[in-house]
């Protein structure tokens, strides 16, 4: 069946956490980026931890390798299980993360595509395609492909093959559950849970969509 991924990109410790353990029955994992971590610190992966979900790292880390080695240590020792990381620093980059993420039992995911309208300005004209030959050829465990444009995870799809495809951009930015649920191994949802006046209520009616 089809993960459902929380974003929680609020930026309070303590309403993050309330919102995951009300959610946390009907997700599979929780995504946390930039917000939240800055905002309450990287300790906060530890309280979460501790709800049972695994946690994903979405620091889209784009450096040296040296560096990137540096965040993917310091992002598994804190608790998270997953890495999201940009690949148009390199392969060597890439596979820096992965190295890490693998020696710590953990996942590497590459950005093919994101979400937002103006990712079509850089990512189109076959940069997202040659981003996710990258993340195969370096040994990541998948890709990000957006759930707001479904013909381009198909034809990502092609590249990556069994490799897991996780999907942002449902709910808020206008991706339907029912549409690209049944395309990907993961759909990220964000401000359409957390941002509801019951996010609990909200968390299980995505749930109830998965295939």
Do not use: W
Request: glycine share 10%.
């Amino acid at each position: 069946m089809t993960e459902l991924i929380l974003a929680l990109d609020v930026r309070g410790g303590k309403e993050a956490l309330a919102i995951a353990e009300a959610c946390a029955p009907y997700i599979d994992r929780i995504k946390l980026g930039y917000p939240l971590v800055l905002a309450a610190g990287l300790a906060v992966a530890g309280e979460m931890a501790a709800l049972g979900r695994p946690l994903i790292a979405d620091f889209k880390v784009a450096d040296i390798p040296n560096t990137n080695r540096l965040i993917a240590e310091e992002v598994f020792a804190a608790g998270f299980s997953s890495l999201i990381a940009h690949a148009f620093t390199g392969s060597d980059a890439v596979a820096a993360c992965v190295d890490v993420a693998h020696a710590n039992g953990g996942e590497c995911y590459v950005v093919a595509e994101m979400s937002h309208p103006g990712a079509v300005e850089f990512f189109h004209g076959g940069v997202a395609e040659r981003l996710a030959e990258t993340a195969v050829a370096c040994g990541a465990d998948g890709i990000i492909a957006p759930a707001t444009r479904p013909g381009r995870i198909a034809r990502l799809r092609e590249i990556v093959g069994n490799r897991a495809i996780l999907s942002p951009g449902v709910g808020t930015q206008g991706g339907e559950m029912e549409r690209v649920a049944p395309l990907v191994d993961g759909v990220i949802v964000g401000r359409s849970i957390y941002e509801a006046p019951d996010p609990a209520a909200a968390a299980a009616a995505y749930a109830a969509l998965r295939r």
